[in-house]
Structure formats: C-alpha cells, structure tokens
C-alpha cells in the first residue's frame, strides 16, 4: 500500500492502534478492500502456479522421452 491508499487513516488525529479516534470506519473499509485485493491475486496466482506445474510436469515427461529415443536410435 502507498500513502495515497492510506492518507485517510494516516490524516486521522492522533492516530493510535489501540486508541477510539474515529479512524476505525477508515480503517475497515481500506484494510477490507485491500485484503480482497490480496486474496484474488493469490487465487489467480495459485490458478498460475497450477499451470506451471502442470506444464513442467509435461517438459519433463517430454524430456525423459527424448532421452529414452536417443539411446534407442
């Protein structure tokens, strides 16, 4: 997060965690977009992940068929 996203929380009096200063509503809503922000890129990224994994697997099965063809040959 940079301080654009986070100027309304920081721009809040006397601004302590443990502290009612009337940040809380502020702080809720940024802090919740952000975490589902963090969650969706985690799902696409996992969703990446998956086909990498996938296509690693298929390179290296590739691969060890290559090999097997050149001994053969």
């Known amino acids: 997060m ?4 986070i100027y309304h929380v920081l721009s ?5 965690l443990t502290e009612n200063n009337g940040c809380a ?6 802090y919740s977009e952000r975490l ?3 969650r969706q ?3 696409y ?3 990446i992940e998956h086909q990498l ?3 690693v697997d298929y390179w290296e099965t590739e ?3 290559e090999k097997l063809e050149s001994k053969i040959k």
């Open 63 to 65: 691969k060890e068929r």
């Open 41 to 43: 890129q985690i799902n």
């Open 45 to 47: 990224l996992q969703k």
């Open 25 to 30: 509503h502020i702080a809720v809503e940024l």
């Open 36 to 38: 589902t922000n963090v």
């Open 12 to 16: 809040c009096d006397d601004f302590h």
């Open 2 to 5: 940079n301080t654009d996203e």
């Open 53 to 55: 994994e996938n296509l």
